[in-house]
């Protein structure tokens, strides 16, 4: 079982930046793709980003590209997600998933970070 541990959630006026970090733990070796998904209020979940471990392929929804970066530091077991140009559609809590497969989750989620855009 992994376990994972974001951080970086904030408030950020409308065009700002934010990295968020998602620290994973146990078993990381058995995870082929990590990724982040986030869920606004009355909202379901939905798929951001993905990495692959392994030589770092990356893959992102529509909405965030060119503006978030999804990226992996191997040694540390961690994940980053560098989100600019927030947009206020990107206030949710922001969860990262240890196995994702295209663009469904099927491993452990974290606790989740709250980003907030202000306009």
């Known amino acids: 079982q992994v376990q994972l541990v974001e951080s970086g959630g904030g408030l950020v006026q409308a065009g700002g930046s934010l990295r968020l970090s998602c620290a994973a733990s146990?078993?990381?070796?058995?995870?082929?793709?990590m990724g982040w998904f986030r869920q606004a209020p009355g909202k379901e979940r939905e798929f951001v980003a993905a990495i692959r471990w392994s030589g770092g392929s990356t893959y992102y929804t529509n909405s965030v590209k060119g503006r978030f970066t999804i990226s992996r530091d191997n040694a540390k077991d961690t994940v980053y997600l560098q989100m600019n140009s927030l947009k206020p559609e990107d206030t949710a809590v922001y969860y990262c998933?240890?196995?994702?497969?295209?663009?469904?989750?099927?491993?452990?989620w974290g606790q989740g970070t709250q980003v907030t855009v202000s306009s």
């Open positions: 998933n240890s196995r994702v497969v295209v663009t469904t989750p099927f491993g452990s």
């Open positions: 146990g078993r990381t070796f058995s995870t082929d793709h």
